[in-house]
């Protein structure tokens, strides 16, 4: 399963709301699609997964929604921290596959 | 929750083998599948494969199969990757994750990654 993010980058200001795209090559349950941040030299930490899931101490600004091929994250109010890169994730087939990747910049 | 320590770093020349361990905080390793992700210099992420450390399943990612080969050691609760015949498209940050065996599930738990230099 190819997944495509887009956009690749999108600059925002603090405080505005970040929408990013996830879409499949085919459909999926969305119990099966994960969202994580990348910060520079760090490992991936996963946000959200199995639709709608937040991990542990993620904050109720990040949300996720979609289902089929179409998968959204959102960030109701960007925090400085925030700005990162973020990747989508789907496990429900073999070989696991992630997106290319957002980059979220401060505007 | 269970951490993961990741052995150092590792410069290769073209044509060598790498092999890279996962170590584990908790002493039941069998709880979890074992997943390898790299990332390439300034690019995405990659998904390897995985293992199952309680029978050593392993299943690869097509684009790897005949070069890699993960194994573990219980005793140890440590999962290793090899790879063969480097090149220097396999210079990368190489990550272990972590999942509940028997589930399909995220990857909630990583490593701190292994950067490994392929160069002459």
């Known amino acids: 399963v190819v997944l495509t993010q887009s956009p690749g980058t999108l600059s925002l200001s603090p405080g505005e709301r970040a929408t990013l795209s996830c879409r499949a090559s085919?459909?999926?349950?969305?119990?099966?699609l994960a969202w994580y941040q990348q910060k520079p030299g760090q490992a991936p930490r996963l946000l959200i997964s199995g639709a709608s899931s937040r991990a542990t101490g993620i904050p109720d600004r990040f949300s996720a929604s979609g289902s089929g091929t179409d998968f959204t994250l959102t960030i109701s109010r960007l925090e400085p921290e925030d700005f990162a890169v973020y990747y989508c994730q789907q496990y429900s087939f073999s070989p696991l596959t992630f997106g290319q990747g957002t980059k979220l910049e401060i505007k | 929750q269970v951490q993961l320590v990741q052995s150092g770093a590792e410069v290769k020349p073209p044509g060598a083998s790498v092999t890279l361990s996962c170590k584990a905080s908790e002493h039941t390793l069998t709880k979890y599948y074992v997943h390898w992700v790299r990332q390439a210099p300034g690019q995405g992420l990659e998904w390897m494969g995985m293992i199952d450390p309680s029978d050593a399943g392993t299943n690869y990612e097509q684009k790897f199969q005949g070069r890699v080969t993960f194994t573990r050691d219980t005793s140890t609760s440590s999962v290793y990757m090899q790879l063969r015949s480097l090149r220097s498209e396999d210079t990368a940050m190489y990550y272990c994750?972590?999942?509940?065996?028997?589930?399909?599930?995220?990857?909630?738990?990583w490593g701190q990654g292994t950067i490994v230099t392929v160069s002459s």
């Open positions: 085919q459909s999926f349950s969305s119990n099966y």
């Open positions: 994750a972590v999942v509940p065996a028997g589930v399909r599930a995220a990857f909630d738990f």
